[in-house]
């Protein structure tokens, strides 16, 4: 109806939301997992104020990982965005055993459409297991000794960290870019005044060009690159260091399998 003026109209509009939670469960099969299966259980906008949680489950024959997940992607209505996020995983090394549990806690701040920052605090206690020790070779209780980093390092390691990073994004798609450009910059600073055991800092970038060609094909050129240096005389945890192998990184090795020689290890 129209208003006694005459220059508005008076509309009441009847909205229903469509359903926002999803499951999903989904298994195959990798030359690096072998079989494995996948769990989802999420809600993005859960009691109606868009609040995104998700609950996650990955299990193979090398990994076993759970996850649960909270994310306000505007904190009092600003561009500002923070989270959590717990989990616990197992992942079988060509060495060693990882089983590690952990949380996390984020921010994030768009600076411009295309710019956005993060800051995360992480906290991770990891076991270092089913070793095969050189004194255990010797006396026959196993074959094949690890290096004697991972010697080293056998047992609970608990790493406090802090990572900043900043992004930009200018891809025409978050899921099928066909134009654009995608450069990320992150940093970890493990010890010093934030605790645990490892004490490192550790720098990686990403960097993907988007370029369009004729008949509705897309070419796509990354470069990675990352640095790791242990601080305050402790080593780097052998699972924080960098390892080439597998079909994400070298093809034909196995995962994580090239790396450097072990200066104890002679032919």
Not at 80 to 98: F, L, M, N, P, Q
Not at 195 to 209: H, I, N, Y
Not at 210 to 229: D, I, S, W
Request: glycine residues 10%; proline residues 4%.
């Amino acid at each position: 109806h129209k208003s006694e003026e005459g220059n508005f109209l008076d509309l009441d509009v009847e909205v229903k939301e469509q359903p926002t939670g999803t499951f999903s469960l989904g298994a195959g099969y990798s030359s690096e997992e072998h079989v494995f299966a996948v769990f989802n259980l999420s809600d993005r906008n859960l009691f109606g104020y868009g609040y995104q949680v998700s609950a996650d489950a990955s299990l193979s024959g090398s990994r076993q990982t759970y996850s649960l997940s909270f994310t306000n992607p505007r904190i009092f209505d600003s561009k500002v965005s923070g989270g959590a996020e717990i989990y616990k995983t197992r992942r079988d090394y060509t060495e060693y055993t990882r089983d590690a549990y952990g949380f996390a806690v984020r921010a994030g701040a768009e600076v411009r459409k295309d710019v956005s920052l993060r800051l995360s605090y992480g906290w991770d206690k990891s076991t270092i297991e089913d070793v095969c020790t050189s004194a255990e070779a010797a006396m026959g209780l196993c074959n094949d000794p690890v290096s004697f980093l991972v010697e080293e390092q056998m047992g609970t390691i608990v790493t406090s960290k802090i990572e900043p990073s900043i992004t930009y994004d200018s891809r025409d798609s978050y899921w099928n870019p066909t134009q654009g450009t995608y450069a990320k910059l992150g940093l970890e600073w493990a010890g010093w005044i934030l605790g645990g055991d490892a004490a490192f800092l550790k720098g990686e970038t990403d960097l993907r060009r988007y370029v369009p060609l004729p008949l509705e094909t897309v070419f796509m050129a990354r470069a990675r690159g990352g640095y790791v240096k242990g601080i305050d005389g402790k080593d780097i945890p052998v699972y924080e260091r960098f390892a080439l192998g597998g079909v994400s990184t070298l093809r034909g090795f196995d995962w994580r399998s090239v790396g450097p020689v072990d200066p104890g290890e002679k032919d």
